[in-house]
């Protein structure tokens, strides 16, 4: 990652099993959290699996970490742009304060509050999400209310088929 040449294996993926995956490996440990997952069958993105994999697995991993037992953890795509489709990842946990959202995909940042230092953590896992969705011509942002949750939201080129089917 520091050297900035990291390499993505891109091909036309199928968005909702890549999505799905990242859901699975959450649901032994998440068992006490309910997730909700919403994304048509159809939806391609030329990416690299295993990095977007990880970038939703990171993402999966902190709303369980910083969602109370029994939090809902919804999982929506949203195609109402139409060159991008919007992940949100939404928890209902402690929530970020709004100080911190500018700094949060920085290397190394931790939010500093007591609830994020009893859980610990390395300050990479954000910081690498931001890489992933950056290499595959996208973006990452979060809001959040603290004591309500927070929505993180990676957006994504879409990928038309219809397209690279002619081609």
């Not at 390499?7 to 997730?35: D, K, M, W």
């Not at 069958?41 to 990880?54: F, H, K, M, S």
Request: charged share 20%.
């Amino acid at each position: 990652m520091e050297s900035g040449k990291q390499t993505y294996h891109n091909e036309p993926e199928r968005l909702s099993v890549i999505l799905e995956q990242a859901i699975t490996v959450h649901q032994g440990s998440s068992q006490h959290h309910r997730i909700t997952f919403d994304c048509q069958e159809d939806v391609y993105v030329y990416g690299d699996r295993t990095r977007l994999g990880q970038l939703f697995t990171n993402l999966l991993h902190n709303a369980v970490k910083y969602s109370p037992k029994g939090g809902d953890i919804n999982v929506r795509v949203a195609y109402e742009r139409p060159d991008w489709i919007d992940i949100s990842i939404e928890d209902h946990g402690i929530g970020i304060p709004q100080t911190a959202l500018p700094k949060l995909f920085d290397k190394f940042y931790r939010v500093d509050n007591s609830a994020s230092r009893k859980i610990g953590g390395t300050g990479l896992g954000l910081a690498i999400c931001k890489e992933i969705a950056e290499g595959h011509g996208g973006a990452i942002h979060a809001t959040s209310n603290i004591g309500k949750g927070s929505i993180f939201t990676v957006s994504l080129p879409k990928m038309d088929l219809s397209n690279q089917m002619s081609s």
